[in-house]
């Protein structure tokens, strides 16, 4: 594991791609490939690792949102808008575990007090299966979050991919 809210590029790549897996509208085969991705990343640098680049992307996506509506009258404000809506829609996935909902919105509360997620998340030790699955889905709907604000889908998925071939492209 990295230091200080340090995660390792792979991960964060990884992170993206258990988003493009739960996203409905991500073709099978590129589900599929995008499936492949995160085991070869959990394969490489760790299931932990690629938790906390899920993490750094949850910080990532809140603190967008959060800048990108400064000074709109009608802007979500984190606290009361913001973190509950996301929070409030976790019960959809069957699969979130209601005991990880504290952490998951510590993360996100850290994220809208312009903290570092990560090393904020990191100071209480390894993030277990459950939680990392929870994050995964606050990832999910922070990012339909941000479609839906934009009210064109997919909107925040050629963000990220634009994002990453331009950091493979400057050698990173």
């Not at 897996?21 to 299931?47: N, Y």
């Not at 800048?67 to 509950?84: C, K, W």
């Not at 889905?137 to 994002?163: K, N, Q, Y």
Request: glycine share 6%.
């Amino acid at each position: 594991m990295t230091n200080e809210g340090v995660v390792v590029d792979e991960a964060i790549r990884a992170a993206w791609d258990s988003y493009q897996v739960l996203e409905k509208r991500t073709p099978a085969e590129e589900r599929e490939q995008a499936q492949l991705r995160v085991t070869a990343a959990m394969d490489a640098c760790g299931r932990q690792e690629v938790s906390r680049g899920t993490v750094f992307l949850v910080g990532v996506l809140t603190g967008y949102l959060i800048s990108e509506q400064a000074g709109r009258e009608d802007r979500l404000d984190p606290l009361s808008d913001l973190i509950p809506a996301v929070i409030r829609r976790l019960p959809t996935f069957e699969m979130a575990d209601p005991a990880e909902v504290p952490m998951a919105t510590g993360v996100l509360m850290a994220a809208a007090m312009g903290m570092d997620t990560v090393a904020w998340r990191d100071q209480f030790g390894q993030i277990p299966p459950k939680e990392a699955l929870v994050h995964s889905f606050v990832l999910w709907l922070l990012a339909d979050l941000f479609d839906s604000l934009h009210e064109r889908p997919g909107t925040i998925d050629r963000l990220m991919r634009e994002t990453f071939e331009s950091m493979a492209a400057g050698g990173s």
